[in-house]
């Protein structure tokens, strides 16, 4: 079993950076694709990013060129970098791992495994 653990959430002006982490335990995520979903209020979760085994990584428009993706698996830790953050990246954001294809990585049913969940904030 995998147990994700969000962290580095919290308020930000707009235009501002935040880093999030997830830190996974219980297996060896060298094999598993991570990603990054978020949910705001009233919203579904969506895709936000993912980085394969292999390192490769996708974004979603919204976020391309402002966030980057990165893991250590050494630390079996994952990151999330947001710059230029803006009031509509205000959501929970979430970490999961699993080994979707990948023309279907942002489908939440392919994800066997998800963290608690992260607040992220931006105000205006």
């Known amino acids: 079993q995998v147990a994700l653990v969000e962290s580095g959430g919290g308020l930000v002006q707009a235009g501002g950076s935040l880093r999030l982490s997830c830190a996974a335990s219980?297996?060896?995520?060298?094999?598993?694709?991570m990603a990054w979903f978020r949910q705001a209020p009233g919203k579904e979760r969506e895709f936000v990013a993912a980085?394969?085994?292999?390192?490769?990584?996708h974004y979603a428009d919204s976020v391309k060129g402002r966030f980057t993706v990165s893991r250590d698996n050494a630390k079996s830790t994952l990151y999330l970098e947001m710059n230029s953050l803006k009031p509509e990246d205000t959501a929970v954001y979430y970490c999961?791992?699993?080994?979707?294809?990948?023309?279907?990585?942002?489908?939440?049913?392919?994800?066997?495994?998800w963290g608690q969940g992260t607040q992220v904030t931006v105000s205006s």
């Open positions: 999961a791992a699993g080994r979707p294809i990948l023309s279907a990585l942002t489908d939440l049913r392919l994800w066997g495994h």
């Open positions: 219980g297996r060896t995520l060298n094999t598993y694709a």
């Open positions: 980085i394969r085994a292999t390192n490769t990584k």
